[in-house]
Structures are given as C-alpha cells and as structure tokens.
C-alpha cells in the first residue's frame, strides 16, 4: 500500500476529519538521517501530524512546524505543504531510549516537556501567520491537540504513531486528525469520545493494514464517514544545487574568496534531506564573479 491521506466529513457535517498512512515517507526520512527507534517515533509523529495540517492548506500554501520540548532530541523541523508533500529532521538523530512503562517508545523523554510547539503558515500574505503553546506533553499527538484548542480555537483530537523494526526500519506510521465543526451536538461529541478510548493505538491499526478509510471507520464507525478527497503522500525536499548557489553568492565576494584559498572547494549539506552539493574552485570563481 502507498501513502496517502484523505479528507473527509462525518456525522452529516459536524465533524471534519483527516486520516493518513506515512510508512513510506517516513521511512525515507530514518534512511537520510539514520536515526534511531525513538528518534524515529517524535520525527515520525510530528511529520504525520504535519502532513495532515497541510492537507488543510490551498494552492501554493506551506506551513512549517518546529518542536523544542528542550529534550535529548533537540529542536524537530517539518515542512509540508497542500500536495501531500512533508519533509523534516531532528537535531540529534541517533537518540534513543529504553521503552517506558507503557512498553511503548519513549518519545517524551526525547522531546521534552519543557518548551514550545510553533506552526508557522505561509499563505501568501506579506505576514505569515504563527500559532505558538507550550508542550504539554512530549507525546505529540496530545500537544496537536492542544495546539488546535488554544490557536485556531478548534476542538480537535490528533492520533499520531510510528512503529519501528528491530533493525531500525520504519514498520508502520500513520494518524488522523478530528476537528469538532461548531454546532456539533453533544451526543456525537460523547460518542467520539467513549470511541477514542476504546480503539488501540493508532500505529497498530496501521500495522493491521488499515487504510485511511478504514481508520476513519474504526474510530467513526461505517456509514457515518463520507471521503471529500484523497492525495498521495510523500517525503520531497525542495533544496537543489542551484538554491544553495544562490546561498552562497548572498555570502559576498570576500567570503567566496575566502572559501577558495582557504579549501579550492565547497560543499553545502541540506539539513532536511541530506544530500551534499559540490562546488569546484571554478563554481565557486564563477559564483564570486556573481556576488556583489
């Protein structure tokens, strides 16, 4: 099965919902960043959630995510956009712990609860809109939800999980988002309610073999979910040779110098992706000429 997510109404409009299999795309960021188990779970949740929140977008629309809970892991990046494409890393990639108590990976400890979430949209205003909370959690999915309550003042429930392999591998990933409509009637919230408690954990209906439906379904029950819309999902990175090009000309002429007595070369590495980009004395002479 390939990643994708799906938007949908329920409950004859009252609820809008957002549900999503990430296994491949993240398992494309543990490959690029080799990180490990509970690097990969805090990485994996944010980058879900993430991806979900810019399924909300439109047109030319990004948002970006930034999680400093002041934990081992350091600070969590994630881009994403209204295509379904989402990139993202962890300061300190090869962070891992013993399960916690629930035998479950131990993502709070990693993120830390001593922090902030911030989400950043850019919809093409000349400014872009920040939503700011504290981490109340570590989990992620519970600090989403808090995000949604007290900065777009939309009732929410996020599910966020990642399963990983022994050999470090991703097994499952995968979420869904739950937003309340206003005028929703107490009777479907208490019903979403009792039914959240209930199912297992998001991760595991992944591994089952969930389809984003069929989680909708098992959370929502059948006959009360109707698909708006379903998009591929996908980690993309938009760095390029060119745009560090562009990077390195901004540097000056003197810096560009610099850089070529002092090595003959240069080499730039993307912090989402990874990959390095090389530039030769003569790149490099031909920046300068260039530069201001």
């Not at 909300?56 to 209204?82: A, F, H, R, W, Y």
């Not at 591929?232 to 060119?242: A, G, I, L, M, R």
């Amino acid at each position: 099965m390939e990643d994708y997510l799906i938007k949908a109404l329920a409950f004859n409009g009252q609820v809008r919902a957002y549900a999503a299999r990430s296994t491949d795309t993240v398992g494309e960021a543990q490959r690029r960043h080799y990180t490990w188990p509970t690097a990969s779970a805090a990485l994996g949740r944010a980058m879900t959630a993430g991806v979900m929140m810019g399924a909300m977008l439109k047109g030319e629309e990004k948002l970006t995510i930034k999680i400093e809970g002041g934990g081992p892991l350091g600070p969590i990046l994630v881009d994403s956009n209204s295509k379904g494409e989402v990139r993202g890393y962890v300061t300190h990639p090869q962070t891992h712990f013993d399960l916690n108590e629930q035998g479950k990976l131990d993502v709070r400890r990693a993120v830390g609860t001593d922090g902030m979430l911030t989400v950043v949209k850019d919809i093409g205003m000349r400014e872009h809109f920040t939503g700011q909370v504290p981490i109340v959690s570590g989990e992620l999915g519970e600090d989403f939800t808090y995000y949604f309550a007290m900065s777009e003042q939309l009732p929410s429930s996020v599910g966020v999980g990642v399963l990983v392999n022994p050999d470090n591998t991703i097994l499952a990933s995968g979420g869904f988002i739950l937003q309340l409509l206003p005028g929703t009637d107490e009777e479907t919230i208490t019903r979403i309610e009792n039914r959240l408690k209930e199912i297992p954990p998001v991760s595991k209906l992944i591994e089952k073999g969930l389809t984003p439906e069929e989680l909708l379904n098992e959370i929502l029950g059948e006959g009360n979910v109707k698909i708006l819309e379903k998009m591929p999902v996908s980690f993309e990175c938009t760095c390029s040779k060119e745009r560090f090009a562009t990077s390195i000309i901004s540097l000056g002429r003197d810096e560009i110098q610099d850089m070529i007595d002092t090595d003959g070369e240069a080499e730039a590495q993307c912090h989402f992706c990874n990959e390095k980009y090389h530039y030769s004395k003569e790149e490099l002479e031909a920046l300068k000429s260039e530069a201001v």
